[in-house]
């Protein structure tokens, strides 16, 4: 039984201090909170995606394409009056996608 009441208190306390962001509606609320940027788009996970990088090419109406089309409208949208000149994806650690989200975007925008 203690066991039990120990390994149940362990769950309880290793979820209370789970800081990791986990759906979109949560990085939106955390950005809020911290008066940051806004999300501009978001990108299914496909796990065919190391074996096909360029979703434009693979599926042409998938919710890997579609997502980057959304990415590069809400990035056509952001300032109308100065559109960017430069788009810079980047992340935190090594091997997070940041050349896969390079090439998607530039074929989205190329199209």
């Known amino acids: 039984m203690a066991g039990?009441?120990?390994g149940a208190g362990f769950a309880v306390a290793?979820?209370?201090m789970d800081r990791s962001v986990r759906s979109l509606?949560?990085?939106t609320e955390l950005l809020a909170g911290?008066?940051?940027p806004p999300v501009l788009g978001s990108v299914?996970?496909?796990p065919r995606?190391?074996?096909h990088p360029v979703a434009l090419l693979d599926d042409l109406h998938g919710l890997r394409a579609e997502g980057f089309r959304r990415l590069r409208t809400s990035l056509r949208f952001v300032d109308v009056d100065q559109p960017p000149?430069?788009?810079a994806v980047t992340s935190p650690l090594p091997r997070e996608g940041k050349t896969?989200?390079?090439i998607n975007l530039a074929a989205a925008l190329a199209e």
Do not use: C, M, N, P
Request: glycine share 8%; charged share 20%.
């Open 14 to 16: 290793r979820e209370s």
């Open 4 to 6: 039990l009441a120990l």
């Open 85 to 87: 000149k430069v788009i």
């Open 49 to 51: 995606a190391a074996r």
């Open 44 to 46: 299914a996970h496909d």
């Open 25 to 27: 509606q949560s990085l």
């Open 34 to 36: 911290f008066g940051g």
């Open 100 to 102: 896969s989200v390079a």
